[in-house]
């Protein structure tokens, strides 16, 4: 199981995020045939490396076939007035909505569907329930975010944005890619979004468009403005499914192990692009199936070193994948005050952590055990709670079960809206239960 950080310096979208994990190692004729499970025809996918600016990436797309040779750039006419009873009595004036805007808005328009057809249409294929369920979760975050804007009920509404077929593609899609590489936790950077106003069918609108502002309410998602571009870089798609990973924005743990970038299709006079990550899951955020295993414990006792390089040296040896790293305060020979250096590791980390020790510490030597250890089985869930998502760590063991609240969360939750810790975690335990 791997991490990923995301790095969205150009904004988010459907097309720059699969283009991301397909350049990443995701298997393109494998998305391909699980999206053959969902009752939709009429599309292939082109994915093709590419090079911008002396990088290569992914650029990916949803080739729309059967008829529909231009895909919806629109949000007028996507939803039905309240008399409206059938798709087929929408307008059609929405071929020009974000026509500067050529990420993953541009969808097809050949059959309007509601959100009930769309969450129908996932349910009764044979998909993953982890993809049915973030599909859902993005089909439905994007259709109220809609229905805010336009003032609509959410059942009255009728939309291509998300009812085009290479719009259920880019969503559905990317979590079949998600499943494949076998991501659990998200890293990322602030998002950033162009500035200025765009032309739609219904007129002038600002950056961020309003649909945009309504998926950032009561999330904890940071935006920050390039007002050097002026048009729209991020989309609802790319914004829908970037919340649904519940990304923390701190330092990522993790080993970088491959670098990807997806690229998004229009020129804005700077490098447009997604860059992401793949980490090496760290001990903690590993999914743990074995109530048993063994571990390697090395110590060495160190007696002439700073309190701040010892510091350092335990963030190395963490971020490094060390399963644990503490110190005990020892009283050694002559009757010196020294630090006695615990590592745990597995066992066949033993060479790497003994040049690690050597590099970064004083000491000369070390010592190592093999000890057998038990250990409960560990699972993650994601509480949602009034300031964002948690996540949490399950520990279970013949029928006892421990839930442990991720502290990185809880910090930044509290930082971004100043309350005390404490605060937060009662907020979250409430919520648990």
Sequence with gaps: ????????????SGDMLNGLLLDLGGDLALMEQELNKLSVKGFHLHAKRIEKSSIYGTDFDVHLTAGSAE?????????????????????????HHHAEQLHDHSHSHGHARNLQDILQLIEQSDLSQTVKQHSTNVFTDIAKAEAAVHQMPLDQIHFHEVGALDSIVDVIGFFI??????????????VTEGSGTITVAHGVMPVPVPAVMQLRKNSQIPIQQDFEIKTELVTPTGLAIFKELAPRFTKPLGTI?????GFGKRETGKFNAL??????????????QATGDQVLQIETNIDDQTPEQLGYVMDVLLDQGALDVFYTSIQMKKNRSGILLTVLTTPDQKEFFTKLLFKHTSTIGMRFATLDRTIMKRS????????????????TYQGITKKTIEYQDCEQIAKEHDLA??????LVEAAIK
């Design 1 to 12: 199981m791997k991490n990923l950080y995301l790095e969205p310096f150009s904004g988010l």
């Design 71 to 95: 895909k919806d750039h629109g949000i007028k006419g996507d939803f039905a007035d309240s008399h409206a009873e059938h798709p087929s009595e929408m307008t059609h004036e929405h071929h």
């Design 177 to 190: 890619l998600w499943e494949q590489l076998d991501l659990q936790h998200v890293y990322a950077t602030p």
């Design 257 to 261: 192990e491959k670098v990807g970038y």
């Design 275 to 288: 860059r992401g990550s793949l980490l090496s899951a760290t001990h903690s955020n590993q999914i743990v």
């Design 380 to 395: 993650f869930e994601v509480v949602k709670t009034t300031y964002g998502a948690v996540h949490i760590k399950v520990n």
């Design 421 to 426: 810790i404490a605060d937060v975690y009662r």
